[in-house]
């Protein structure tokens, strides 16, 4: 195209600038090439490879454009849907890599980029600097999820998560682990007391109910910390100790934080290997049932024994069960052994006169295991023993919960014709409506209140109070750890109406309680001791 004008029919596309560059090119008599996009008559858009040659006399004027210009169009669309096509993967990169890295449910950095975080905090560290891992157990998650449902459970996390950012600054990471684990790494530069008060700041902020479904629910947290370099100049390291520290809290006091320890590893270790000991002790048959008299203040007759667990270990000698019940709790293995507890108890006591009853411990454990009512049916007839004469123990942590699937199984219990106690009464939640929402045959009155009678003022009082708070309601009380005369003469006078303890006998064998039964003709002799107060 050869002209005096050039004219160029503007689609929009490029700026003034670039026109006005392009024009001071060619006024020069200077040859421009480029891409132009051109929009044609009909409104459509185009691209063209164009070359405006300027055209001079032989003075040099410019007088006259000479434009090539070679449609591209094909070309260019092809480039563009190429972009486009790399734009999405790049976008979708991205959220791989955001997917890679953070928590779906929650939005939360996952545990690899808290410790690519981690890293980078401990490399980078200045002079006095510090980080503080801590690590975030939601106290009672689990069961709220269980009774209520993953959704609801779902939506409680993110709320936990939320509060929990709030606790934090802009130059913290909040990290979820997975499950009701959370994680903090902070930067501090006074590592001890600043983590510290932030572990306080989420305790708090976790035991605020939070508000779901018009319920009000409170989770409660415990937390771990690790400081570095002190406890660890790793993230691996830094972790495990806040891992261990967690672990400490779980177990000993809920609800409140720990810092490691160095000596936390040794007994950590002690406890595995006890886990290691007792899972093989269960195996080769080496738990035993011990059984300890319950003695009926108004007859002074043995109304039953209590199936109690003893473990002589090879090495140790004898583990008491407040040491290994809660690992089997811990550990799932109380399942299988409740079960042998059960099958065993239910066929010693089968070989007793009747109506002696046995009382069996259970865990709460064991109720989160649908069955438990056919293991209790099936463990009775296997025995051959009638329900009314097995008693089960159970404690107030049960009932913390409140939920549906307890008080059914309760409730299928007692169909069975058993007995239900309250074991360790008054130093849990001691709560009222425990009382109120089952009826109990029984409450057991944990020794504490029995071994302070003599030491504390106010331990009568409260004694006499459980004791005729049974006698109103109709139900048994018995004196759990009565060791000596003067405190069997109180609970009796306090109106328990039954009593067990070391005064009259520990827990014995199976093969040493024929002594406790009645011998047609004779008085029992064993009760002499009861007699005797
Ligand atoms: P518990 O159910 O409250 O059992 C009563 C505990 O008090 C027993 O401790 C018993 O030996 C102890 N005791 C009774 N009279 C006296 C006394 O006069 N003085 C002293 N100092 N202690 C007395 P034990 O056998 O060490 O059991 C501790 C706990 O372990 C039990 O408390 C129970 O919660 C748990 N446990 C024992 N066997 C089982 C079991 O088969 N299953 C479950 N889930 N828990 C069990
Ligand atoms: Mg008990
Ligand atoms: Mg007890």
């Not at 808290?114 to 980078?124: Q, V, Y």
Request: glycine content about 8%; proline content about 4%.
């Amino acid at each position: 195209m050869i002209g005096q004008n050039h004219r160029i029919l503007n689609s929009g596309h490029h700026s003034d600038a670039f026109f006005k560059a392009m024009y001071r090119t060619i006024a020069r008599g200077e040859l421009w090439r480029g891409e132009l996009r051109n929009r044609a008559k009909d409104g459509s858009l185009y691209w063209v490879d164009t070359w405006i040659i300027p055209a001079c006399n032989r003075r040099g004027k410019v007088v006259g454009y000479i434009s090539i210009r070679v449609d591209i169009t094909p070309r260019k669309e092809a480039e563009g849907e190429q972009a486009a096509l790399a734009a999405e993967l790049k976008r979708q990169n991205e959220a791989i890599a955001h997917m890679a890295h953070h928590d779906a449910l929650t939005g939360l950095p996952n545990r690899l980029l808290l410790i690519d975080r981690l890293g980078h905090a401990l490399t980078g560290l200045s002079v006095g600097g510090g980080v503080a891992v801590l690590l975030v157990g939601l106290d009672r998650f689990q069961d709220i999820n269980d009774t209520l449902g993953h959704p609801a459970g779902d939506r409680l996390l993110t709320l936990a998560a939320r509060r929990l950012r709030g606790c934090v600054t802009a130059r913290d990471t909040v990290a979820r682990f997975g499950g009701e684990e959370f994680a903090i790494v902070q930067l501090t530069a006074d590592q001890a007391n600043e983590a510290a008060s932030l572990a306080a700041r989420v305790l708090k902020a976790m035991h605020t109910p939070f508000e779901l479904d018009g319920q009000l629910l409170t989770l409660g947290a415990s937390i771990g910390i690790a400081l570095s370099p002190h406890d660890g100049a790793d993230p691996p390291e830094l972790l495990k100790n806040a891992d261990l520290a967690l672990h400490l809290v779980k177990q000993e006091s809920r609800g409140a934080y720990r810092f490691f320890e160095r000596e936390m590893d040794q007994r950590m270790q002690t406890r595995v290997q006890l886990e290691v000991d007792l899972r093989r002790a269960f195996s080769d048959g080496a738990l035993e049932l011990h059984y300890q008299p319950l003695v009926n203040l108004r007859t002074n007759e043995v109304n039953g024994f209590e199936a109690l667990l003893r473990w002589a270990h090879p090495s140790r000698g004898m583990v008491s069960p407040a040491d290994f019940i809660p690992i089997a709790e811990e550990t799932g293995l109380i399942v299988p052994i409740g079960e042998w507890v059960l099958r065993q108890a239910c066929a010693d006591a089968s070989r007793w006169p009747n109506p002696i009853r046995v009382a069996v411990n259970l865990s709460a454990v064991q109720f989160k295991v649908s069955n438990l009512v056919e293991t209790v049916s099936n463990a009775l007839a296997e025995a051959g023993l009638p329900g009314t004469r097995l008693e089960l123990e159970i404690t107030e942590s049960l009932l913390l919960w409140n939920d549906e699937v307890t008080f059914s199984a309760l409730t299928g219990l007692r169909a069975l014709g058993v007995r239900i106690a309250l074991d360790d009464f008054g130093i849990g939640y001691s709560s009222l409506a425990y009382l109120h929402s089952f009826v109990f045959d029984k409450i057991k009155i944990d020794r504490s209140f029995i071994s302070s009678l003599a030491l504390n003022k106010n331990t009568p009082a409260i004694l006499h109070a459980i004791a005729t708070l049974g006698r109103d309601l109709d139900i048994d009380t018995t004196a759990e750890g009565v060791e000596t005369e003067a405190q069997l003469a109180a609970v009796r006078a306090f109106g328990c109406t039954e009593m067990q303890g070391n005064l009259f006998s520990p827990a014995r064998p199976a093969a040493e309680l024929t002594q406790f039964f009645p011998k047609r003709g004779t008085p029992k002799s064993r009760t002499a001791a009861v007699n005797a107060a």
